[in-house]
């Protein structure tokens, strides 16, 4: 017998907008924060997970 495959979850818009905020605030990596906003939009947009951004090289894009 198969064992049922559990959907992933989603994230709702809040988290993701509180998510977006956080990183605008952080200001210790202030050069890595329009980079990492555009990875989040990019993950939203594309429904992209994060172990597959995680495996992402420059010349993947």
Known sequence: MK???????????????????????????ANEIERDLLIIDMMCMAGLRRGEVAGLLLSHL
């Open 3 to 29: 064992t049922p495959k559990i959907a992933p979850q989603s994230v709702s818009d809040e988290e993701v907008t509180a998510l977006k905020q956080a990183i605008s605030d952080k200001r210790s990596h």
